[in-house]
Structures are given as C-alpha cells and as structure tokens.
C-alpha cells in the first residue's frame, strides 16, 4: 500500500521501546508530512549524535565529551554512584538528588547470560576506587540479578575500605499498600522508623 | 546533565506524536547505545524517505512514485474515496474493503482556520472527474468541519451527475452503548435497520 522506503522506516521505528507498528507509523506519517519542520531537522540531531556521542571512557556514560561532562566536572563529590545502565544514571540525574559522580555497568551479573565482571567493567570501577573516593553508592534494581550483583561488589570493594551503601528500599511515594507485593511489605515492615515527636 | 547534542534529540522527539519527554528519552537513549543496529539504519531509512518520498501530484498520498502507487495502479476500480488526511487513506487501505482510488484533501474547509477549496486541492479533485469515475465516497469525519465539507463536496459534484456516498455512521463494532454520545445514538436509532429472518 504504501512504498518500500516508508514500510522501512516504520519497521525501525516500529522496533524502538514503547513504540509498536501503529505509532511508528503515525510517527512516520507525520515526519513525511513536515518534511522541513520535522523530518530534515530529526536527521540532523540523529547525525550529530550519531557521530558526536560517544560512552565515558571513565564511568561508561553517554555524553559527546570524553571524559564526560559528570566526569570532568571538579565540582562533582567524591563518591562513585554505582548504576546498571545510562537509563538509571539519567533518572538520578533529573532528581538531582545526588552530586556525585557515576559507574554505568551497563548490565548485571548474570549466570544464565554469562555476563562476568569483566563484561561489566568491573574491573575498570576498582581501578576508580583510589583514596579520593568517599563512598561507593549500589543503587541497583532490586532483583535477583541486582542483588547478587550488589553483593559481589560489596565483596569486591571491602578490600579498599570505602563505605559502600545501597538505596533504601520500601514503600514507593504514592505507592498504596493494598498493591505492593509481600516481599516489598516485609522489607519496609522490618525496617520501619519511628516518628519523631 | 546530558550533552547538547542529545538534548536536542530528545526535544525533537519529544515533539512528535504519541511522544513525550519521557519517552522521547528512553527512545534516544536505546538509540545511542545501539548506534551500528539501531541509530545508524534508522538515519538511513530516514534519508532515503527524506529524499524519495513526495506526494503524489494526481491524489495527494505520499510514495516515492509520483503518480503514486494506487494511483498507477491499473486494477484500481474507478471510484474516488475522499478522505482528509494520508492516515485515513491509510487506515482505509489496512481494512483492505476498498479497491478503488482516493483523493486526499490535506486538511477540511474551515472558516475559522481560514482553509478555502483551494488550499485543499478541490479543484485538482473535480478536475478528476471524469466520465470514468462510476462513484466518488466521501470518508470524511463525522465532525461539523468534515460534514460541512463534505456538504460543499457534494453540491459541487452534483453537476457531474457522478453517484455521491458517505459513509455510514452509527455503532462502532464493539462499542458499548453506555459510553456513546447522544449524536451518534440518536443517529444509530433512527437508521435502525430490519433484522432479517
């Protein structure tokens, strides 16, 4: 019905997270539409990426500097928050909760995918765990996979005596009790704080 | 936090429809970090489609032929659908109920948006209105701009004494009748048809 290079396209975009073949195609729709609005400017921001954007050779980040603008930022504190992927980096990012700076593993350990520390650059962390650092945040997912991930670097970096902490886990914010799964439940329940006043 | 570069990626995609900020981001980070399979093919299908596609000068779709497709196609019935937008005739040519030509206005008459016949190539339309052409079926939306322009359609085709159809409204297939507006039932109800048997 419609050419091969626009079913093309959409079969690519239609592959992008949180996209399926009928959004990709109003996407596509709309980008052909408005050629010079849209399309024409969306190829030169995917160019320049494409060919500026390059992963932190420091903590594993996305950022077209290299070291990244996180890592090269003296005014940074000296602790290395410990993340899986650039997803999770962003996310700590936008809540600016953290002055820190960044590891991207960039996976998890993981015995069915065969993923070792070396896959993870694991070893490349240790290499950043000189004096300087502080502390080392785990803010892994809490999964299996996560946890023992969490675990084995806590073993790993024992040996360097820096504090290693890992984020709190609990009720979410604005999460109600009645959906939350038990093992959630049980671990906010054991590690319930009392009220001040 | 992030470099310029993806900044104005993920503004750019954020802009487009279905997207927002959010996902916009998830999408330009799956593509930064799967530059060879995802980003690159992408930039590709879409400067082929940014350099082929056209619209095509007899219907008002888009291919990368010019007269597109369905235009070219001998073994298209000679009845014209007229439909608003490339996204109708596109969904119109997904049911596959259709087999014969469309005329794509690229927008509806509207006074207030100031859109006249001629912005929305009716003259190309008459123009096609040939002795050939057996039915002209206006696909046009069941709003007051759709049905004041398929009004105007109408009386201008009359002259060429060439059979004028609508579609039909009513109940949508799996459409609850407690969640439908007062129009449509009332329109449903009075083009009740007999059941048979």
Known sequence: MTGPEIETLIGLMARLPGLGPRSARRIALRLLSEREQRLLPLIGALS????????????????????????GDPGREPMIC??????????????????????VLGGLLSAIGG??????????????????????ILALPATVDGQSTAHYLTERIKSFAIPV???????????????????????????????PG
Request: aromatic letters at 4%; one cysteine or more; glycine letters at 10%.
């Open 82 to 103: 410990v993340v899986e992927s650039v997803a999770d980096q962003w996310a700590l990012e936008r809540a600016s909760i953290y002055r820190g700076r960044y590891h």
């Open 115 to 136: 993923r070792g520390p070396e896959q993870l650059g694991v070893p490349k962390l240790m290499a950043r765990l000189d004096g300087s650092v502080r502390e080392v």
């Open 48 to 71: 320049v990426a494409a060919e500026r954007v390059r992963v932190c050779s420091v903590c594993g980040g996305l950022d077209s500097r290299d070291p990244c603008a996180i890592c």
């Open 165 to 195: 902490t890992r984020l709190a886990q609990g009720v979410p914010v604005g999460g109600s009790i009645e959906i939350l799964d038990e093992g959630t439940l049980a671990l906010a329940m054991s590690a319930r704080r009392a009220v």
